[in-house]
């Protein structure tokens, strides 16, 4: 049984040892950690001998070792070792509802218990369908997929079949998933894969090139470009904002060039507004790409667009431009009862709302935590998010690669663990809140960013590595 802290003025649900050991700055962070967490410890070593890195997502790597979760509900979990832990990561920004809402969790049990895969059409796909046109302003046909990778690979192969043209242009930091033609330009350097294992050649059909609008037009010039897609809200969820009109002007370019314009909204659909960054920016793109929230938390994604694209997926009819979409999984009746749910309760637009408005208190008063400790930094972002960033610099003042860098590692492993230490999961130095999110978590985090910061400052890890920012692929 492991005997919990009674610190209650953050929330705190730690061994009796937490306080103590802080207070006498003992241990370093990621060993106090490590020390505090046996659980996760004896399953990161499990799980190194049969998950490559002991992992399922490159972003779940970490120093010491990954926390592990045993259970969840609301703005919280519970870790293997039973800390509890306000969670910033909320299914990598899929839980807009926050962990396990009623009405989802019933919505995929009632499904649960009338079909997992009836290997035929089904009532949900359409209703799921429906919910998505109605509060994506582009939307007027939707293609279900099981994830954001695979919904932004369709989203390309329509763009080429719908244009007869080659090549496609994404911006420099943008992430569209993992498949290979979007696996190079996502990080630094980015004009180089930021994986092994790619095929040759397939470089050659996708450009990079900076999120600007001369950039753009001269991308566009020659006429052979199928697409441009982007992450609308700016780079990894606005880590890196876009110039100013610059979406609208995209708009316009592609449009005079005959090149389809793809928003990838897999993080902000539904999020920064119930028809994501198109609906506040009043800016239709011709494709949109979707996935996270859209499913509720289960697997899912999906693009959606106008019927004229889409429907070269839609058989035989499409004539030779026909584009073949196979999936045993694509719009799974479990994911649609759980988007359903979702979308249902989040179509006002006051649940993003009340988020985004506790998202903007949060990076205010982590702000102030910063300039209090006397430590160059601050928390920015928009919508319900916040990212947090060290060094003197404002987001506006750094470059893409200053934003996209990361802190050094000691650093993040430090921060991280601290911030465990005080109760709060962190998603790499970012966040993402729900309708689950309170006050009282915002001033547990607070309190949680306050100790931390102080104990990076006795460990003199304040000092080390230049400005940085959040890494987010979320
Ligand atoms: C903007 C964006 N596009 C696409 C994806 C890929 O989605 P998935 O992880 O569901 O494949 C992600 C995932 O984080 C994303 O952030």
New binding site residues.
């Given amino acids: 049984m492991i005997k919990v802290c009674a610190g209650k003025e953050h929330g705190c649900m730690r061994t009796e040892t937490h306080h103590s050991a802080k207070s006498t700055g003992a241990a370093g962070l990621t060993a106090q950690w490590a020390k505090e967490n046996p659980r996760s410890a004896a399953l990161a070593a499990r799980a190194a001998a049969l998950l490559p890195g002991g992992v399922t997502h490159d972003v779940r790597l970490a120093d010491p070792f990954p926390v592990a979760v045993a259970r969840a509900a609301g703005s919280r979990k519970t870790d293997l070792d039973g800390h509890e832990l306000i969670c910033y990561v909320m299914g ?1 920004g899929a839980l807009l509802l926050g962990h396990s809402h009623p009405a989802v969790v019933a919505a995929v049990r009632e499904q649960a218990g009338l079909a997992f895969h009836p290997g035929a059409c089904h009532e949900l796909e359409s209703d799921w369908a429906e919910a998505v046109t109605r509060l994506v302003p582009s939307a007027e046909r939707v293609r279900f997929t099981s ?3 695979e919904a ?1 690979l369709l989203a390309l192969r329509l763009a080429r079949a719908s244009t007869g043209r080659p090549a496609i242009v994404r911006l420099a930091g943008h ?4 498949h290979d033609q979007v696996a190079t330009g996502a990080d630094a350097p980015f004009d180089q894969p930021d994986t092994a294992g790619l095929p040759g050649g397939v470089g050659a059909a996708v450009r990079t090139i900076p999120a600007g609008q001369d950039a753009l037009a001269a991308a566009l010039a020659p006429g052979d470009v199928a697409a441009v897609i982007m ?1 609308p809200s700016g780079a990894a969820w606005a880590t890196v904002p876009l110039p100013d009109g610059f979406l609208a002007a995209a708009r316009q370019l592609t449009a005079e060039t005959g090149t389809l314009l793809v928003f ?1 909204e ?2 902000s659909g539904f999020r920064w507004s119930p028809g994501g960054v198109q609906a506040v920016a009043g800016v239709q793109p011709d494709l949109t ?1 979707l ?2 929230i859209l499913a509720g938390g289960m697997p899912g ?1 999906a693009v959606a667009g106008r019927a004229a694209v889409m429907d070269l997926v839609g058989g035989p009819a499409a004539g030779p431009r026909r584009v073949s979409h196979p999936g045993t999984h694509n719009a799974h009746p479990l994911s649609a009862a759980a988007g359903l749910a979702t979308l249902g309760l989040a179509s006002s637009g006051d649940v993003q709302d009340a988020a985004a408005r506790l998202a903007a208190a949060a990076r205010e008063e982590l702000t102030g935590v910063f300039r209090r400790r006397g430590v160059p930094g601050r928390a920015y972002g928009e919508s319900s998010t916040f990212h947090l960033l060290f060094g003197e610099h404002g987001p506006d003042e750094l470059d893409l690669t200053a934003l996209k860098a990361g802190l050094p590692p000691r650093l993040n492993a430090a921060l991280h663990c601290g911030m465990l230490l005080e109760g709060v999961h962190l998603f790499h130095g970012s966040g993402f809140l729900s309708a689950a999110h309170t006050e009282r978590d915002v001033a547990q985090t607070v309190t949680a960013l306050d100790r931390t910061l102080a104990r990076l400052q006795a460990e003199g890890l304040l000092t080390e590595g230049r400005p940085a920012g959040p890494v987010a ?2």
Wanted: hydrophobic content about 30%.
């Fill in positions: 990598h994830s954001g990778t932004s992430f569209h998933g993992w992450e990838d897999v993080v790409v996935g996270k994604g692929p979320a």
